[in-house]
């Protein structure tokens, strides 16, 4: 049976997840590399958590909006104080995002760590979203544990120090992620493994 992850005991920890942040940043420039916009951008962060990659963005690109959303309460919190110092319109949206109705479309649809807590048919509607979000010429990336040797190594360990804490965590195959994007007719630009353990994708609509 589906346990969701505690995500309150997960922010207890947020100082060690922000070093992994640092990481993860590093995919999210590999995918954006080439990827050019003409004027300002709109920016998503889906199951955003603490906002980093939207902030880190948005030292990337000039950037007209930010949307920020998640259902955990604290940790919106904390992304609304660390994107304070940001110029422009921003939006942080306390909501499950199987709930969520947006009106807005977006250049740069994105989430980390989300996908990989629901079993498939769920886990098809958040990439559903991800398209649906999209501006004409906008990208979506998604980053998603993949069971690569280090990753089983590095849960198994874990879960033997009692440390795991990630209950729903369903690891996602290459295979199994492409089926994913294109079940949503999203054409995948680049798909590429990081730091031996996550499977980052960029992808757009198909016209
Ligand atoms: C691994 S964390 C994301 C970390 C984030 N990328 C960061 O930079 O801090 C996953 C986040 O997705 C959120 N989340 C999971 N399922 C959600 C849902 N159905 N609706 C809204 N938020 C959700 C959780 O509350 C959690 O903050």
Redesign the pocket.
Known sequence: MRVATN?DR??KRIKI?QIT?GF?WKAYLDLLNGVHFRQPVKVI?????????TLQIAKLFPVSKVTL????PK?LAVAEKKLSRLKCKKEFVL????NLDLSEKYDIVH????LE??PLESRRKLVQLHKESLATDGVAIIIVPTPSPVYKLWRGMLEMMHLWIYTDEVAITRAEFTADLEASNLQILKMKMYHLTELGALCKARS
């Open positions: 995500w997960y922010y997840s942040l993860i962060e889906l199951g955003c958590g603490t906002g980093y990659n959303v998640d259902a955990n940790v909501k499950d995002l199987f989430s980390q760590g989300l807590h629901y």
